[in-house]
């Protein structure tokens, strides 16, 4: 079974719509991220979390808000969907030891 | 504050020959370095990372990156390319300061043509 698991994987929602995207990790990570792909963008840092109690922002988390429902949980919403907020999310964990993460496959929303 | 410049955005090679990808990065601490590495319609696999131990770095799939302090560099290479290392490939930068968060490039698209 994958370590991190994203739902749903893909998804197809109108302007204006409220949509949750879901992220469990089985890796027992403290830290958890939600981030976004665009084209010619690498990914951007949207939030992220280093346990249940904190949540920080990203460097682009206008328009999206995070819930941290366990440590094995993150939540991404995005409270009002708009067109420019079409991409791929990726959520992410990583240890307090080491710097590097490990990404979920990714979930593609498309915004109309 | 970290960054990264990936300085290719598309790299082309024949199957057989060397690949080189490359990474400037800029951080204002020590800096831990990554590559990941994306297929088609895929999640990001860890392919190597340099945390400050030897400065030559082995990763799977017979890449390997080497940590250039003095001239801010981390470029990715391989001897010789197959036709499945066709991917994008983003080189990641966190700085010990930076609370475990990672900066990415903006990917350098690999092409392998027979």
């Known amino acids: 079974d994958a370590d991190v698991t994203q739902t749903p994987r893909n998804r197809i929602t109108k302007t204006g719509k409220r949509i949750m995207l879901e992220c469990s990790q089985t890796?027992?990570?403290?830290?958890m991220y939600w981030y976004r792909q665009d084209p010619g963008l690498g990914l951007r840092l949207i939030y992220y979390?280093?346990?249940?109690?904190?949540?920080n922002k990203g460097e682009i988390s206008d328009g999206y808000s995070v819930s941290r429902q366990a440590q094995a949980k993150f939540s991404l919403s995005l409270e009002s969907a708009i067109p420019n907020q079409t991409a791929l999310y990726f959520c992410?964990?990583?240890?307090?030891?080491?710097?590097?993460?490990?990404f979920g496959p990714g979930t593609r929303l498309t915004v109309t | 504050a970290q960054s990264v410049t990936q300085l290719d955005s598309h790299v082309s090679v024949s199957e057989g020959t060397p690949v080189l990808l490359r990474c400037n990065y800029s951080?204002?601490?020590?800096?831990?370095l990554f590559w990941y590495v994306q297929h088609p319609n895929k999640g990001l696999q860890l392919l190597l990372k340099?945390?400050?131990?030897?400065?030559l770095v082995k990763g799977i799939n017979g890449f390997e990156a080497e940590f250039k302090k003095s001239e801010t560099s981390f470029h990715l290479t391989k001897p010789s390319a197959h036709m499945s290392d066709a991917a994008e490939y983003f080189c990641?930068?966190?700085?010990?300061?930076?609370?475990?968060?990672?900066?990415f490039g903006t990917g350098t698209q690999l092409k392998v043509e027979l």
């Open positions: 951080s204002s601490y020590s800096p831990s």
């Open positions: 992410a964990t990583g240890s307090d030891n080491t710097y590097e993460q490990y």
């Open positions: 890796k027992g990570h403290d830290r």
């Open positions: 979390s280093f346990d249940v109690k904190d949540i």
């Open positions: 990641v930068v966190s700085d010990t300061g930076g609370g475990n968060k990672l900066t």
């Open positions: 340099y945390t400050s131990a030897a400065t």
